[in-house]
């Protein structure tokens, strides 16, 4: 059973050693053994691991909700409609997200229409950011 070392895998998985470290950190890949000199001897199975993180993470869940998954993945005794319920909870959040992003762009294009034609002592830009108006 062939092992990678930290670097390897970092290469495999298109991210930085810091990144495998902080992993690790979190518990979202297992500690591996070491040799006698000290090198992480990652199981063969590490970089799917790793794909699967980052691809959770892509799609918007947060590491605590990746290691909540990861476990309903390798744990047969956990619900599957589990992870169906999480996947549209996080669409909720997604959808949220949208609107509160879409009501920024409306302001913010309603003052940049109001900016074009003011003095800049008057910019209504720098005054609603003054006036801490809400969205």
């Not at 062939?2 to 950190?25: K, M, P, S």
């Not at 909720?92 to 879409?102: F, M, R, S, V, Y």
């Not at 920024?104 to 302001?107: A, L, P, T, Y």
């Not at 008057?122 to 609603?128: K, W």
């Given at each position: 059973?062939?092992?990678?070392?930290?670097?390897?895998?970092?290469?495999?998985?298109?991210?930085?050693?810091?990144?495998?470290?902080?992993?690790?950190?979190?518990?979202?890949?297992?500690?591996?053994?070491?040799?006698?000199?000290?090198?992480?001897?990652?199981?063969?199975?590490?970089?799917?691991?790793?794909?699967?993180?980052?691809?959770?993470?892509?799609?918007?869940?947060?590491?605590?909700?990746?290691?909540?998954?990861?476990?309903?993945?390798?744990?047969?005794?956990?619900?599957?409609?589990?992870?169906?319920?999480?996947?549209?909870?996080?669409i909720?959040?997604?959808?949220?997200?949208?609107?509160?992003?879409?009501a920024?762009?409306?302001?913010l294009?309603?003052?940049?229409?109001?900016?074009?034609?003011?003095?800049?002592?008057?910019?209504?830009?720098?005054?609603?950011?003054?006036?801490?108006?809400?969205?």
């Open positions: 059973m062939e092992r990678l070392t930290i670097g390897r895998l970092a290469q495999l998985g298109g991210v930085n050693l810091e990144t495998i470290r902080y992993y690790e950190r979190r518990g979202l890949l297992a500690k591996p053994p070491r040799t006698e000199a000290g090198y992480r001897q990652f199981p063969p199975d590490s970089p799917q691991r790793l794909r699967f993180i980052k691809r959770a993470q892509e799609l918007g869940f947060t590491l605590d909700e990746v290691g909540e998954l990861l476990t309903l993945r390798h744990d047969p005794e956990q619900n599957r409609a589990d992870v169906h319920a999480r996947a549209a909870a996080k909720e959040n997604i959808e949220q997200k949208i609107k509160t992003l879409a920024m762009k409306s302001v294009s309603g003052l940049i229409e109001r900016c074009e034609h003011c003095a800049s002592e008057d910019c209504p830009i720098l005054a609603s950011l003054e006036q801490g108006a809400a969205i």
